[in-house]
């Protein structure tokens, strides 16, 4: 598995500020993975962050809106700017591992930021 | 077109018995992987179990397994022994090539184990 350490784990904001959220990773990954979750909604990929590149973006999400840093190996940073309470979700990263045994490759997640725009 | 569909949104279940959450996917491609998470209250997704296409054998992890039909394009996921633990928002996800890291997750089911 991985360790993943996600920061702040949830935060409420006035609309129109930003917010950005760390991702930690124990050891180093080619790969990190930021998702969005609205409210009794399923999983939706925002963007993947490479490192020593620009992030890709999934079609309905900007760099603009989601600016992503990935400056070294094992951290990146998402963040939601200029919110509205349309952006209250929670926002989790991911990283990629290979797992022993049958499985291949394996996305694991970190706790999640709750983000709550007033 | 929906690629990974979970058409129950809520079940519950005794304490001790087992309980069976439905997933169909759709696909073209020949190589895809099959992924079952586990998201509680508290917001995290936990990975449970991994079915690959040409895996022969179901999965089986503890107290999870994951019934796979191929022909009938489903990866339905068993938990045996429920606990209150247990009590969670399950998600299917389909990975559609090797090379792909794209996940695609279906809605999810709540799981509410009852003692």
């Known amino acids: 598995s991985a360790v993943i350490s996600q920061k702040p784990s949830r935060d409420i904001c006035q609309r129109g500020t930003s917010l950005t959220i760390q991702c930690q990773v124990d050891?180093?990954?080619?790969?990190m993975f930021w998702y969005r979750q609205q409210p009794g909604q399923s999983l939706t990929l925002i963007a993947t962050?490479?490192?020593?590149?620009?992030?890709?973006?999934e079609s309905g999400f900007v760099i603009d809106k989601f600016p992503i840093s990935r400056p070294n190996l094992t951290f990146s940073t998402l963040t939601v700017s200029n919110m509205s309470p349309e952006d209250s979700s929670i926002y989790l990263c991911?990283?990629?591992?290979?797992?022993?045994?049958?499985?291949?490759?394996?996305?694991?997640f970190g706790a999640g930021t709750r983000l709550s725009v007033l | 077109a929906q690629k990974i569909t979970q058409t129950q949104p809520g079940m519950f279940v005794q304490e001790k018995e087992a309980v069976t959450l439905d997933c169909t996917y759709d696909?073209?491609?020949?190589?895809?992987?099959l992924f079952w998470y586990k998201q509680p209250s508290s917001g995290e997704m936990i990975f449970l179990i991994y079915?690959?296409?040409?895996?022969?054998q179901n999965a089986t992890e503890g107290r999870y397994s994951l019934n796979f039909q191929k022909a009938r394009k489903s990866a339905n996921l068993v938990i045996s022994a429920s606990q209150l633990g247990d009590s969670a928002m399950y998600f299917c996800?389909?990975?559609?090539?090797?090379?792909?890291?794209?996940?695609?997750f279906g809605a999810g089911t709540t799981v509410t184990v009852r003692a």
């Open positions: 991911s990283v990629e591992r290979t797992s022993g045994g049958r499985a291949k490759n394996i996305q694991y």
């Open positions: 050891s180093q990954v080619t790969m």
């Open positions: 962050a490479n490192q020593g590149s620009e992030a890709t973006y």
């Open positions: 696909t073209s491609d020949q190589s895809y992987g």
């Open positions: 079915q690959g296409s040409y895996d022969e």
């Open positions: 996800a389909m990975r559609e090539a090797p090379n792909d890291y794209k996940l695609s």
